[in-house]
């Protein structure tokens, strides 16, 4: 500064520009702007507002309207915002020449892409084209490319997220529920970690309902950060959840302590259920799953004591999502648990939330046909996926058919397989194997660095989105993410980069639209405008929820303890046991169970470079392994040490 006031001395300049003073008060004064966006630091999708000054994002700060996140922002939504001006992002298109980038104009790029996928279908089928992204508000758009351009392939991380989860409620219930957690008596949490694997409003709801006098339990083999708040907490052995709930289910048909009246009008099964049960008493339960057999008939008796207003948490990811053999009838009993307490669709308890339908396109903007071939992963097809979820696909499956040959051209699309997708070889083998492999990303993931041709979506603080209605609840909303700052480098909104492909590859007459046009139309019978909207980013719109259900989407319109859908397709109609897939061998000492569980400040692999988010990391010391301590003492390891981890894969 001394420095700088000397040579401004002697310099005598422009009085203006070297007067820090009144730079400074100039700056500080200068008028802010609020824009009301969505962060896009995780799938959460927070509703926030911007703040630009000087032409510069300044801060953001949580929008108390949204449902997901009732005000409050986490610290890898803070940390995120910095990337938008990261030397790391990509500047403009880049095209593979040999081991190198080149940067490409927009149009050589998509004249290009266009060329070698014109090629690839002389001799193959539209089915060898897919598209696999992290579900972003423009799916609609991407999923209608691929319809447009006759294949089925298109996919959403799901198998690598939630799969089983969903499969377990939709064949109980019809639909995947949320938690009324802010009005419950009694919360019980399996393999789910809201405030480590975060759901900001899930925390703030659990929160209250503490305050309030509830009992919340924790299952999880690792004290999570959710466990802090709990009264219970239970280290069970990873992959059992299944016995433990089993138990609790034998306890509460033996001991009758089900919501009896529930069970006779809105169930079906329950017969067949009391004859499989008898099979998994406590002190089953607790050599299976290591939880004292006393415990699980204290929590058992308890929660029914509470009930409606007692719940199961629905779960996501951690016992759940694709972790465990078991996983889709843990989910099961799960669902199944939930309704003996009679809580399905109650305050409090496990509840359907209201969700906003977005309008069409058509008829002014013709659909494409649906594709007229199955998709090739299996999903939905008997014998093969059945309980896969068409929609989603299963991502996992990608590398295998792009070894056989059966895939040859795929778009990844704000995903990172190479890093999130499990056995790493395998998956770099499948997509290297690709004929033409385009990434769509901010920066060059892993995935993008082996690509033929990087496209550089503007970050999302530069771009406006698709309308979405992602955040349901007691009353929907539907929500818009806009644009906060111009775009910094030669980028495009993943919207327009859809919309440009699409007329490239000769399938424009079903793209013929802009995204304002687009989100107007989607608006339209909601009855709100575009304006409205922008100014708030976010509007309640529907009817408010209410308190029990007459028919629920499953064939029998009941929940189906008894299920025979799954009976046809060969799978037990009623939960039971049934071990994990791979199990460490207890007579090994070195033998692991390797579980994963979210950092609070990071998300998936997309935020490990983040300078400030990774320098919390090493501050709060959290780059490193748990093990059971019993277990490391056995092997002669104290904190701190390092251990080499080998695995079937890697
Ligand atoms: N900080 C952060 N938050 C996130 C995300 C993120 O990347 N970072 N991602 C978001 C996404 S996409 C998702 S899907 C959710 C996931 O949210 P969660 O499902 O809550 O996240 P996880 O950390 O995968 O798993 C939760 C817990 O399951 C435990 N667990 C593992 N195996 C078992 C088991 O066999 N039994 C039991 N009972 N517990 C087990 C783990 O120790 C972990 O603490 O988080 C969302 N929020
Ligand atoms: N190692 C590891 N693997 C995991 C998980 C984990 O926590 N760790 N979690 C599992 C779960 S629950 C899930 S849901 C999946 C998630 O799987 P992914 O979606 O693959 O996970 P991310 O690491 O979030 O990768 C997102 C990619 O999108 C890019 N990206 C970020 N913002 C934008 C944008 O605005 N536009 C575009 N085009 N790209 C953008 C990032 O740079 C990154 O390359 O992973 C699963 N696998
Ligand atoms: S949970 Fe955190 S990272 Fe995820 S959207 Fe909300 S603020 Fe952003
Ligand atoms: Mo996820």
């Known amino acids: 500064m001394k420095g700088a006031a000397l040579s401004a001395g002697v310099m005598a300049l422009n009085h203006r520009v070297l007067d820090f003073k009144s730079w400074a008060q100039t700056q500080a004064q200068a008028p802010v702007r609020r824009v009301p966006t969505f962060c896009n630091a995780c799938g959460n999708r927070c509703g926030m507002f911007a703040y630009v000054k000087n032409g510069r994002l300044w801060k953001i700060e949580g929008n108390p309207e949204a449902n997901g996140n009732l005000g409050s922002l986490c610290a890898r939504g803070h940390g995120y915002i910095h990337d938008l001006y990261s030397p790391s992002r990509i500047k403009g298109p880049l095209k593979r020449v040999g081991e190198k980038f080149e940067p490409i104009s927009w149009e050589q790029a998509y004249k290009e892409i266009a060329t070698r996928i014109n090629l690839i279908l002389i001799n193959h089928p539209p089915q060898s084209i ?178 409606p207003r007692a719940l199961i948490h629905r779960g996501y990811h951690g016992a759940f999502g694709c972790q465990y053999l078991n996983s889709f009838q843990t989910a099961r009993a799960l669902a199944i648990a939930n309704a003996l307490l009679g809580n399905i669709n109650r305050e409090g308890g496990i509840y359907f939330p209201q969700s906003a339908q977005l309008g069409e396109l058509q008829p002014k903007h013709p659909v494409p046909e649906g594709p007229k071939v199955p998709k090739s992963d299996g999903t939905g097809i008997p014998g093969r996926y059945p309980l896969g979820a068409y929609g989603d696909g299963i991502a996992h499956a990608i590398p295998e058919l792009a070894l056989r040959g059966e895939l040859k051209a795929g778009f990844v699309y704000h995903y990172n397989p190479l890093r999130t997708n499990p056995n790493p070889k ?72 859809i919309i440009d492909l699409a007329k490239h590859l000769g399938v424009g007459k079903y793209f013929d639209f802009d995204l304002e046009e687009a989100n107007r139309l989607r608006l339209k019978p909601l009855g709100v405008t ?90 709060y010391d959290l780059i490193r392994l748990w093990m059971n301590r019993k277990r490391g003492a056995a092997l002669g390891l104290k904190d701190g040490d390092w251990v080499r981890v080998k695995s079937m894969v890697g």
């Open 130 to 307: 897919f598209w696999v992204n992290y579900p972003q508000s423009n799916n609609a758009y991407a999923l209608r490319l691929m319809h447009a351009l006759g294949s089925p392939h298109y996919f959403t991380h799901g198998s690598t997220c939630y799969t089983a989860r969903n499969a377990g409620w939709n064949f109980t219930v019809g639909s995947l529920p949320s938690n009324d957690l802010a009005h419950s008596k009694y919360i019980m949490i399996i393999g789910r970690n809201p405030a480590g694997g975060i759901d900001l409003a899930q925390v703030k709801k659990i929160a209250e309902a503490k305050e309030k006098g509830a009992k919340l339990v924790v299952v999880d083999p690792r004290h999570n950060e959710t466990a802090i708040l709990a009264d219970d907490w239970l280290p069970i052995k990873p992959g059992t959840d299944l016995a433990l709930l089993l138990a609790m289910i034998n306890v509460m048909v033996k001991e009758e302590l089900y919501d009896r009246d529930f069970v006779e009008k809105k169930t079906v099964g329950f017969q067949q259920l009391e004859d499989e049960i008898i099979n998994y008493p406590p002190e089953w339960a607790e050599k299976v799953c290591e939880i004292p057999a006393a415990t699980i008939v204290r929590i058992a008796r308890t929660m029914a004591g509470f009930k």
């Open 426 to 497: 395998r998956v770099i083998a499948g997509y290297q194997k690709l004929d033409l492999l385009v990434a769509i990303d901010t920066v060059l993931s892993e995935t993008a660095s082996i690509a033929h041709y990087v496209l550089p979506e503007s970050f999302y603080l530069e771009r406006d989105e698709a309308v979405d209605t992602k955040h349901s609840g007691k009353i929907a909303q539907v929500t818009i993410q806009q644009q906060v700052v111009k775009p910094l480098h030669d980028t495009k909104p993943g919207t327009q980069i």
């Open 530 to 619: 575009l304006e409205d909207l922008r100014q708030k980013g976010v509007l309640a719109v529907g009817k408010e929820w209410k308190e029990g259900f007459d028919k629920l989407p499953t064939p029998s319109g009941k929940v189906e303890i008894h299920c025979a859908t799954l009976e046809k397709l060969g799978y037990p109609p009623i939960p039971r046991w049934e071990d994990p897939l791979v199990s460490p061998d207890p007579k090994d000492p070195q033998s692991f169970r390797l579980l994963h569980g979210k950092q609070a400040i990071h998300s998936h692999a997309m935020t490990a470079n983040q300078p400030y988010l990774l320098e919390v990391s090493r501050r």
